[in-house]
C-alpha cells in the first residue's frame, strides 16, 4: 500500500459510485490519465443512490472517501451525479487536503449546443437543490427533465441488451420522439444504454459530464502537484459492495 507521505504523485485516485455507472467516468478519466493507478468501487449493494435520501446518500459516500484516504489516496473522483449533489461539499470540508472532483449533468454544453434538451437522471438527482440551480442558470426554455427510476436497477442487472431497458424507455419518453435535440445523461450508468435510447428517441446528441470530469481531475493533480510521472505505468483496480458485480465492471470498461 503506498501511503501519501511516501510518495504522493505514485499514490492512486480513488474513485466511486454507486455501482457500475461510475465506469464510464473512469473510462474518461483512464483516457486522459493513462499514467495514473486508480482503485474503483462500487457501492452495488447501495444501488441505486438516487432512491435514497440524501442524509444516507452522505453517510456512504462518506465511508467511501474516509476509507480511500486512510488507504492513501491522492485524490478522490465522486463519479455519480447524485452524491456529487448530495456528498460532494461535506466530503471537500472533511479532507480538505485532498482533491475531491465530483460530476454534474452536462447541461451547459447541452445548451451551447441550441435546440430542445431531454435531461434523463435519478429521482434525488432532480429532487436535489444542486440541479435546480444548474436548471435555472443553463436550462434552455425548451427543456424536459425525466426521473427515471428503476433504470439503474435494469442497467446494473449487466444485460445491457435486455428488451425490458427499451421497453423502459419507450414507456417513458417514447412520447418525446422527433422533439428533442439534445439528451443529457444526469446519472453515469446512462451512457451505457446510448444505442437503447436512440432507438427509443431517434437521432438525438448525447451530453454527459464524463470528460468534463477528467479534465477537472487533471486540473486538480496540476494545482496539488500530484500527477503520476510519464514513466508509471497506469493500473486500475475494482472492489464492490457486490463481489461479483466486478465482472460487470470489467465488461463495461472494455466497451468500445
Known amino acids: 500500500m503506498v501511503h501519501m507521505s511516501e510518495s504522493p504523485k505514485h499514490s492512486f485516485i480513488g474513485m466511486f459510485d454507486s455501482g457500475a455507472g461510475g ?9 486522459e490519465l493513462p499514467h495514473e493507478h486508480f482503485r474503483y468501487f462500487g457501492d452495488s449493494a447501495h444501488a441505486p443512490y438516487g432512491d435514497q435520501g440524501e442524509e444516507r446518500i452522505r453517510e456512504l459516500s462518506t465511508e467511501h ?26 466530503l471537500r470540508e ?5 482533491p475531491i472532483i465530483g460530476i454534474e449533468p452536462a447541461l451547459k454544453p447541452a445548451a451551447l449546443a441550441g435546440g430542445r434538451i431531454l435531461v434523463l ?39 445491457l441488451d435486455d428488451p425490458a431497458i ?10 418525446l420522439r422527433g422533439q428533442v435535440d439534445n439528451v443529457v445523461l444526469g446519472c453515469t450508468h446512462y451512457p451505457f444504454i ?12 448525447f451530453f454527459d459530464g464524463a470528460q468534463g470530469t477528467a479534465q477537472h481531475l487533471r486540473r486538480r493533480l496540476e494545482e496539488f502537484d500530484l500527477l503520476a ?17 466486478v465482472s460487470l465492471y470489467q465488461k463495461l470498461l472494455d466497451m468500445t
Open 23 to 31: 465506469i464510464s467516468v473512469l473510462r474518461a478519466c483512464v483516457a
Open 65 to 90: 472517501a474516509t476509507r480511500f484516504v486512510n488507504e492513501g489516496a491522492k485524490a478522490i473522483v465522486i463519479a455519480c451525479n447524485t452524491a456529487t449533489s448530495a456528498a460532494a461539499q461535506h
Open 94 to 98: 472533511s479532507f480538505a487536503d485532498v
Open 121 to 159: 437522471a435519478t429521482e434525488a438527482t432532480v429532487r436535489l437543490e444542486k440541479y435546480h440551480v444548474l436548471a435555472a442558470k443553463y436550462g434552455a426554455e425548451d427543456m424536459t427533465t425525466v426521473a427515471c427510476s428503476g433504470l439503474v436497477e435494469l442497467i446494473e442487472a449487466g444485460n
Open 166 to 175: 427499451e421497453a423502459y424507455l419507450q414507456e417513458k419518453i417514447g412520447h
Open 194 to 205: 446510448k444505442k437503447q435510447i436512440t432507438a427509443v428517441l431517434g437521432d438525438v446528441a
Open 229 to 245: 510521472p510519464e514513466e508509471q505505468t497506469g493500473s486500475i483496480e475494482f472492489s464492490s459492495s457486490i463481489p461479483a458485480q
